[in-house]
């Protein structure tokens, strides 16, 4: 039976609830012209190891800024963002990217894989960035490309895969370096009904079985259903939605309490 | 898999536009080796030309006459080693188009004078004893199918016969001779002096203009301006001059080659940094999303920097080395084909060398812009690009 992690800590749902993601008191003000435009406001959020939360809110509710200051992508006017330890908003540019190539995993609504490249290379891009031998590398990409059930496609080029297999190996190359947390954008907003379903299982899978933890920003229901957390923010404040689609806004939690 | 990988990716990602601006360079490139092959053709007898060889001729022009006598008063002046003359005799073989070089000049002083010359001791011995001997070039003797011991006619344009009008001089052919050094002329027809002497209707003692050997080249300015004086007021006053600042002068005539070829390559090149430049710009303006992904998977801003800038660099480098490679096999079928024209129509190996390092500076001038582009992307904004 060959190999379906990186390493021996794969865990499964039942790791410790300790914070994988803290983010205290974020403020993220952009500027349109010399006009300050606030998108976050002394939001706070934390999220525990291993847990699979699914964001939504409305299109321009600051969805993807609030999953791009988490994932290292951007850095807040104001508060802290602290994952799996690191105080990555104290982080420079460069120890920024290289805490990104460790830690995060990307998908994002379109695979976006290299069209030049076949399926396996594509999968093997993050890797440049690491010491591994080319013996190492061979494995990790076999195991992603086995997690996501394509062992047999790692030859073909992206325009030869499916949409959902092109998603398929856009997970692989988020997986490949192994990282602690997966941040997903729209990762079915480009897919049909049925394609949407497998890539959800594939999430959850890698959530249930390998102990990953998962951030999602969807518009989707149904994709959030399949988070253990869904989070709706909308007007730079968080609220937790029920699973019954009831959203319970923290009314009488001062601003910036965690949800 | 490396970052070549990626490099190699990026090209490959609009094969046409690619294709299409690399063999621009490519050809670029391959004028840029044939330009030089050209000058070098051009200044060839400048640059082999000895440093302790000083050429006299009339002060007017070349075709002025001077006295042979002149030889022995140089001969006379203090750091002048040996003097010999020649003349310019343009006759015609057969056809005008087979244009070579041919002068009277004496045997041993003109082998002397020349040691870049390699002949056989038996051929220069039937030359000294043969009136109307002639030794030739080997690229000449190879081009006109001429044998060692042919009758070879020359009309007359200038230097007739005595008694004998429009009639062919007659030569034989007593020997080839070669050259160890690269771009020495191997078309020259040389024949003895006495024999054309003795038998010219007119212009008897006089000759085309003089080499003179000196013993130090560091006096050259200081012999030639004493051999001038030596003559100066006379009926025949003289110009001397170094035979490198005499080749050039007589390259010159056709233009200032140099000027030219680097006119036309600075053109060249202006318009592949506007070609190529543009390419690279509009790849990475159609590779944002594309670079906002690398970047975020945690490719610094000068990683990304440095793969654009190799992109452009192996595109650029590899076209250029191929359009050397190109003039480098245009030279192998060019240069026996005209040795007997051009007889320094060659690549030098500085002249490779620095259209490779064209290629690199190309290569990084057309892709900073660029690369900087990419550096400077905003991770976050680029990736609302994919």
Known sequence: ???????????????????????????????????????????????????FLALMGPSGSGKSTLLNLIAGLDRPTGGEVIVGGSEIHRLSERKLAGWRARNIGFVFQFSNLLGALSAERNVAVPLLLTSFSARERRRRVDIALEI??????GKHRPRELSGGEQQR???????VNDPMLLVCDEPTGDLDRTTSGEILDLLAALNRDHGKTILMVTHDPVAAERASRTLHLEDGRLAECGHDGTIVMPTHEPAGAAV | MSSFTLISAALRRKKTRTFLTFSSVVFAFLIFGVLSMLQTAFSMGAEIANEDRLVVRHRVSLFQLLPQSYEADMEEIPGVVDAMHMTWFGGVYQDPSNFFMQSPVEPAEYLDMYPEILIPDEAK????????????????VERLGWEVGDRIPIQPTIWRQQGRGD??????????????????DQTQFLFR??????????GRGQVGWFMVRIADPDRAPEIAAAIDATFQNSAAETKSESEGAFAAGFANQVGNLGLIVTSILAAVFFTIL?????????????????IGLLKALGFTGARVQRLVLMESVTMVTTAGFLGMVLAVGLERVLRPALAAYFPGLFLRPQDLLLGLGLAVVTGL?????PARRAMRLETALALRRL
């Open chain 1, 169 to 175: 190996v856009g997970i692989a190359r988020a997986l």
């Open chain 2, 274 to 290: 506007l070609v190529a430049g543009n390419t690279m710009a509009q790849s990475v303006r159609e590779r944002i999303g594309e």
């Open chain 2, 193 to 202: 002096y006495d024999f054309f002497d003795e038998a010219r209707s007119f």
């Open chain 1, 148 to 153: 996501v059930g394509l062992s047999e496609r």
């Open chain 2, 167 to 184: 009639d062919a001089w007659e030569f034989e052919l007593v020997g080839i001779y070669d050259s160890d050094v690269e771009g020495f």
């Open chain 1, 1 to 51: 039976m060959s190999e379906t992690s990186f390493s021996d800590t794969a865990a499964g749902n039942g790791a410790a609830a300790e914070a994988m993601v803290d983010v205290r008191s974020v403020s993220r003000t952009f500027h349109r012209g010399r006009t300050p435009v606030p998108v976050l406001k002394d939001l706070s959020l934390r999220m525990e190891k291993g847990e």
């Open chain 2, 365 to 369: 001038v057309v892709g900073i812009f």
């Open chain 2, 125 to 140: 011995l039937r030359w000294i004893e043969t009136r109307n001997g002639a030794i030739v070039g080997r690229a000449l």
